[in-house]
């Protein structure tokens, strides 16, 4: 079995508490560029390595180390799958993948640690940064290496002849004068052609735009930046295009937020970088800002918001624009018309007519707080790993799958319509997996092996078994669990569900919907006892090979377990007659009770014959689907005649949207205890007694 690691990020991951560690560094060069090593391998192309000490490690004198054996045949040892060329000249943030197999452990201690050094061959330079991998087998035997953390090489002297000065100063400085900044990472809109991230300074308010090329720095990263200033001919910001890249350092406490009324945003002009039109006052454009006030547009760049200091967006409309096109797709924040929101973001600028506006852009879904209704805080983990033996494509790429920003947005987008507003769910965070979860088992796929596997399905099985959820939620040797667990997070209020995206398998790798916590229930999937998380949350599970009317149905089989759970009834997926309760009575068919048909359930239309998702019967039924819909809770037993063509002809979104549209949905307690609104229950369940 292979072990995929990524090293992405710069952090340092801690092992667990009173873990004893014996480390083989292999760091013993004495001069030249690694001259008199044992076992160094300079990294260069698509090279295979040998990382072993042969029989003596530097610090465990007379016994062998940790030993990785060389790539043969493509059995063993390491292979990396990314070029690193120019590392230091280029000043990038390096991206390795690599594939580590039969670690053999003849130290006699353990746990055990290698150490690799990236080595640039342009510069001879072997100090540009450790990689670690901490793990492998018991001592004294050969076995698969468990998955590793997350770390980052990075390369690059800093620029020289260049004091730093303030970032307010630099704007004051000529066209044609290199200057070097530095300030705390606030904001990355990889979206954005170019792409961009701001730095603030963090003893003040000042910041501005960097574009950058390759990979971006961290948020909250120390960052200094050498080059020229330029004028956005599009929108007059300010901004550095580094003639040397940037230089990043360690990751710090996050700038500061300034809140401001919308009459100061943007400010006066300081220096090159002009002001906003009818601005005076301090100039923060590029500085991360906090506004607040009331929806008072929806437009297809955002929303226009005003807090009643008199100003307008370019045009006839109150309120300064909130532009969130810099928000990846799945994760953009939405509000209506009336809801009062506070929203924190980049403050900058946009033309209209000749001027240029006031404007804030959020960097993520949590930037948005609607302090009108009650959101559900959404993490999604898309687990869709770059597959470099298959174009460097992700897999939903490779087989031209959906792209799951899109199924995001359209599920939330049902949802929210369906419910008439009360279901909100907002993703906060999404993270992006560089590779395929752990089965049970501990087996895993990487990327170019589930293709391969998927493709040769037919003839080869595939491996059989379910996701580690306990390992999703809790193993921080996972990079989607750094700093913080999912656990954690959902701990800390955070995150209150989660979204997993993942690709097709041939057993129930994903669960449509599961449920983690103190106490969980069952809602069609796994149940996982988690303590640490504090509260039940439930992780639904999407594969981007199939549309959003799946993932709709996820949340109908969902429903049902939840509202089994409010009334429980005397058979699980199917109504029984005599009626008992509401919830049997929304959920009767024809073929129970002839003439009595409502709304049927997850599978069954209210006319369904014999068998499941029969959603395009022809035949007419006697339904009271209307009464549920217009009279609840005050039923009258009004019914009419339905067939397929009242829930969509056969279409499965179309049912699964019409289904839900009929949700109990008023306000007040019905005289059998439970709330008039079901939605309370499918969304909110850890607030009522009955579903929790």
Same mark, same amino acid.
């Given at each position: 079995?292979?072990?995929?690691?990524?090293?992405?990020?710069l952090?340092?991951?801690?092992?667990?508490?009173?873990a004893?560690?014996?480390?083989?560094?292999?760091?013993?060069?004495?001069?030249g560029?690694?001259?008199g090593?044992s076992?160094?391998?300079?990294?260069?192309?698509?090279s295979?390595?040998?990382?072993?000490?042969p029989?003596?490690?530097?610090?465990?004198?007379g016994?062998?180390?940790?030993?990785?054996?060389?790539?043969?045949?493509?059995?063993t040892?390491?292979?990396?799958?990314?070029?690193?060329?120019?590392?230091?000249?280029?000043?990038?943030?390096?991206?390795?993948q690599?594939?580590?197999?039969?670690?053999?452990?003849?130290?006699?201690?353990?746990?055990?640690?290698?150490r690799?050094?990236?080595?640039?061959?342009?510069?001879?330079?072997?100090?540009?940064g450790?990689i670690?991998?901490?793990?492998?087998?018991d001592p004294?035997r050969?076995?698969?290496a468990?998955?590793?953390?997350?770390?980052?090489?990075?390369?690059?002297?800093?620029?020289?002849?260049?004091?730093?000065?303030?970032?307010?100063?630099a704007?004051?400085?000529?066209?044609?004068?290199?200057v070097?900044?530095?300030?705390?990472?606030?904001?990355v809109?990889?979206?954005d052609?170019?792409?961009?991230f701001?730095?603030q300074?963090?003893?003040?308010?000042?910041?501005?735009?960097?574009?950058?090329?390759?990979?971006?720095?961290?948020?909250?990263?120390a960052v200094?930046?050498?080059?020229?200033?330029?004028?956005?001919?599009?929108?007059?910001?300010?901004?550095m295009?580094?003639?040397?890249?940037?230089?990043?350092?360690?990751?710090?406490?996050?700038?500061?937020?300034?809140?401001?009324n919308s009459?100061?945003l943007?400010?006066?002009?300081?220096?090159?970088?002009?002001?906003?039109?009818?601005?005076?006052?301090?100039?923060?454009?590029?500085?991360?800002v906090?506004?607040?006030?009331?929806v008072?547009?929806?437009?297809?760049?955002?929303?226009?918001v005003?807090d009643?200091?008199?100003?307008?967006?370019? +045009?006839?409309?109150?309120?300064?624009?909130?532009d969130?096109?810099?928000?990846?797709?799945?994760?953009?924040?939405?509000?209506?018309?009336?809801?009062?929101?506070?929203?924190?973001?980049?403050s900058?600028?946009y033309?209209?007519?000749?001027?240029?506006?006031?404007?804030?852009?959020p960097?993520?879904?949590?930037?948005?707080?609607n302090?009108?209704?009650?959101?559900f805080?959404?993490?999604?983990?898309?687990?869709?790993?770059?597959?470099?033996?298959h174009?460097?494509?992700?897999?939903?790429?490779?087989?031209?799958?959906?792209?799951?920003?899109t199924?995001?947005?359209?599920?939330?987008?049902?949802l929210?319509?369906?419910s008439?507003?009360?279901?909100r769910?907002?993703?906060v965070d999404?993270?992006?997996a560089?590779?395929?979860?752990?089965?049970?088992?501990?087996?895993?796929?990487?990327?170019?092996e589930?293709?391969?596997?998927?493709?040769?399905r037919?003839?080869?099985?595939m491996?059989?078994?379910?996701?580690?959820?306990?390992?999703?939620?809790?193993?921080?040797?996972y990079?989607?669990?750094?700093p913080?667990?999912?656990?954690?997070r959902?701990?800390?209020?955070?995150?209150?569900?989660?979204f997993?995206?993942?690709?097709p398998?041939?057993?129930?790798?994903l669960w449509?919907?599961?449920?983690?916590?103190?106490?969980?229930?069952?809602?069609?999937?796994?149940?996982y006892?988690?303590?640490q998380?504090?509260?039940?949350?439930?992780?639904?599970g999407?594969?981007?090979?199939?549309?959003?009317?799946s993932?709709?149905?996820?949340?109908?089989?969902?429903?049902?377990?939840?509202?089994?759970?409010?009334?429980p009834?005397?058979?699980?997926?199917?109504?029984?007659?005599?009626?008992?309760?509401?919830?049997?009575?929304?959920?009767?068919?024809?073929?129970?009770?002839?003439?009595?048909?409502?709304?049927?359930?997850?599978?069954?239309?209210?006319?369904?014959?014999?068998e499941?998702?029969?959603?395009?019967?022809?035949?007419?039924?006697?339904?009271?689907?209307?009464d549920w819909?217009?009279?609840?809770p005050?039923?009258?037993?009004?019914?009419?005649?339905?067939?397929?063509?009242?829930? +969509?002809?056969?279409?499965?979104?179309?049912?699964?949207?019409?289904?839900?549209?009929?949700?109990?949905?008023?306000?007040?307690?019905n005289?059998?205890?439970?709330?008039?609104?079901?939605?309370?229950?499918?969304?909110?369940?850890?607030?009522?007694?009955?579903?929790?």
């Amino acid at each position: 079995m292979r072990t995929l690691f990524l090293l992405c990020a710069l952090l340092v991951a801690a092992l667990p508490a009173g873990a004893t560690v014996y480390t083989e560094n292999f760091e013993s060069y004495s001069t030249g560029a690694l001259a008199g090593q044992s076992g160094w391998y300079i990294f260069s192309g698509n090279s295979r390595a040998n990382v072993f000490s042969p029989d003596n490690g530097p610090s465990l004198s007379g016994s062998k180390c940790v030993k990785l054996d060389n790539l043969v045949s493509g059995s063993t040892g390491i292979r990396l799958f990314k070029n690193i060329t120019d590392l230091v000249s280029t000043d990038k943030i390096l991206t390795i993948q690599y594939d580590v197999r039969n670690l053999t452990n003849a130290s006699g201690k353990s746990p055990t640690t290698f150490r690799m050094r990236v080595y640039d061959s342009v510069l001879s330079n072997p100090a540009i940064g450790n990689i670690h991998y901490d793990g492998g087998a018991d001592p004294n035997r050969s076995g698969p290496a468990s998955r590793g953390r997350a770390w980052a090489a990075r390369g690059g002297p800093p620029a020289r002849g260049h004091a730093q000065i303030p970032i307010a100063e630099a704007k004051k400085r000529p066209a044609d004068e290199t200057v070097t900044i530095g300030g705390v990472v606030t904001a990355v809109y990889d979206q954005d052609t170019p792409p961009r991230f701001y730095i603030q300074e963090a003893s003040g308010y000042c910041g501005i735009q960097v574009r950058y090329s390759g990979s971006p720095p961290a948020m909250n990263q120390a960052v200094t930046a050498t080059g020229k200033l330029y004028v956005d001919s599009s929108n007059h910001e300010l901004h550095m295009d580094p003639t040397g890249g940037w230089q990043g350092g360690a990751i710090v406490d996050a700038a500061r937020t300034v809140a401001l009324n919308s009459r100061a945003l943007g400010g006066g002009a300081l220096g090159r970088q002009e002001a906003v039109w009818q601005g005076d006052g301090l100039n923060n454009i590029g500085t991360l800002v906090t506004v607040c006030g009331k929806v008072t547009a929806s437009t297809p760049a955002g929303l226009v918001v005003s807090d009643g200091s008199g100003v307008t967006e370019g +045009g006839d409309t109150p309120g300064i624009r909130i532009d969130t096109s810099g928000v990846r797709a799945g994760m953009r924040p939405d509000a209506d018309v009336g809801h009062c929101v506070t929203v924190t973001g980049i403050s900058s600028l946009y033309p209209s007519s000749g001027q240029y506006h006031r404007v804030v852009r959020p960097r993520s879904g949590a930037d948005l707080v609607n302090n009108s209704v009650r959101t559900f805080k959404v993490l999604v983990i898309n687990f869709d790993p770059i597959c470099p033996n298959h174009a460097n494509k992700r897999i939903h790429e490779w087989f031209n799958w959906n792209d799951p920003d899109t199924l995001a947005q359209d599920y939330v987008a049902d949802l929210k319509e369906c419910s008439t507003g009360f279901a909100r769910y907002q993703v906060v965070d999404w993270y992006d997996a560089n590779y395929l979860p752990y089965y049970e088992d501990g087996f895993a796929y990487t990327g170019d092996e589930y293709i391969g596997a998927w493709e040769n399905r037919e003839t080869t099985p595939m491996h059989y078994g379910t996701a580690d959820y306990y390992r999703i939620c809790l193993d921080k040797t996972y990079p989607h669990n750094q700093p913080r667990s999912i656990a954690e997070r959902v701990a800390a209020g955070e995150v209150e569900e989660v979204f997993l995206f993942g690709p097709p398998c041939t057993s129930y790798f994903l669960w449509y919907s599961s449920m983690a916590g103190p106490s969980p229930f069952f809602v069609n999937g796994g149940t996982y006892s988690m303590p640490q998380a504090g509260r039940n949350f439930i992780l639904m599970g999407f594969t981007y090979d199939a549309d959003v009317w799946s993932a709709l149905l996820s949340y109908l089989r969902r429903s049902e377990c939840i509202m089994n759970r409010v009334y429980p009834p005397a058979n699980w997926w199917f109504p029984t007659w005599p009626i008992t309760n509401n919830w049997e009575k929304f959920r009767m068919l024809d073929v129970v009770h002839p003439g009595d048909a409502a709304c049927g359930t997850a599978n069954w239309a209210p006319n369904s014959a014999n068998e499941f998702y029969d959603f395009g019967n022809t035949r007419d039924v006697w339904s009271t689907c209307d009464d549920w819909l217009y009279n609840w809770p005050n039923l009258l037993g009004t019914k009419k005649q339905v067939n397929c063509t009242e829930w +969509g002809g056969g279409d499965y979104r179309l049912h699964h949207k019409w289904w839900l549209k009929h949700i109990p949905n008023a306000p007040g307690v019905n005289p059998d205890g439970k709330q008039n609104n079901w939605w309370k229950y499918l969304c909110d369940y850890n607030s009522y007694p009955e579903s929790r």
